[in-house]
């Protein structure tokens, strides 16, 4: 069974950063397709950032030069790195895998973040 545990959320104000890390354990991590999703109050959960088994990366166009998405296969780690934070980017954010070769889906228990204006 894969299991995510994300790490690095917390309070920013205006126009700061946060990195965000998600480490994997217990499946075959550098196949996977690895996403970051977020959930606002109020809203339904959305696709931020994805990297690929390959390395490259996509971006919602609400992030789209604020916001880095990369992966190291030798920690079975992808991390998020945040900038120019807005209040609008306040979420539960959250790892996800997916293992395209079953295409089993994994997630992790989210990480708050809270940017203050």
């Known amino acids: 069974q894969v299991r995510l545990v994300e790490s690095g959320g917390g309070l920013a104000h205006l126009g700061g950063s946060l990195r965000l890390s998600c480490e994997a354990s217990?499946?075959?991590?550098?196949?996977?397709?690895m996403s970051w999703y977020r959930q606002g109050p109020g809203k339904e959960r959305e696709l931020v950032a994805i990297?690929?088994?390959?390395?490259?990366?996509n971006y919602a166009d609400s992030v789209w030069g604020r916001f880095t998405m990369s992966r190291d296969n030798t920690k079975n780690t992808v991390s998020l790195q945040m900038n120019n934070l807005k209040p609008e980017d306040t979420a539960v954010y959250y790892c996800?895998?997916?293992?395209?070769?079953?295409?089993?889906?994994?997630w992790g228990q989210g990480t708050q973040v809270t940017v203050s204006s």
């Open positions: 990297i690929v088994r390959g390395g490259q990366t």
């Open positions: 996800n895998a997916r293992d395209l070769t079953n295409e089993a889906e994994y």
């Open positions: 217990g499946g075959r991590f550098s196949i996977y397709h």
